[in-house]
């Protein structure tokens, strides 16, 4: 049995890109919770930490949308790659999708 250290390597990154994104969604909107919060206070202080917020939370948002679309890129990569291995072995896919589809029907009938 071959193990494809690339494709684990691949995984991992994936689930590490949607572990930031999820992270940089949420900080994000406690950023923009703070700010809503704090929009009283006119202390000297409070502005200035207010300019820094929203400049930090203006970039986490560009960050987001780049880490989305590279997401969506990479899905899109590899559906084509998958499309590909499937028109290069159209019998042995129908094989694995029958066995799966086999499998799955014994294990929902013995429930």
Known sequence: METN??????????????????DLQTLSRDAEDLLKAT???????????R????????????????????TVATAKAAAKKADT????????SIGVAFGIGLLLGVVVARK
Do not use: F
């Not at 250290?5 to 999820?22: C, D, F, G, M, N």
């Not at 929009?39 to 930490?49: I, M, P, Q, R, T």
């Not at 930090?56 to 780049?66: G, S």
């Open 39 to 49: 929009a009283g206070d006119v202390s000297e202080k409070a502005k200035e930490a």
């Open 85 to 92: 291995v499937i028109r290069e072995h159209p019998y042995e």
């Open 5 to 22: 250290y690339q494709a684990i390597e691949k995984a991992h990154s994936a689930v590490a890109r949607e572990r930031v994104l999820t």
């Open 51 to 70: 300019a820094r917020v929203s400049a930090a939370l203006e970039r986490a948002k560009t960050t987001c949308t780049h880490l989305q679309e590279q």
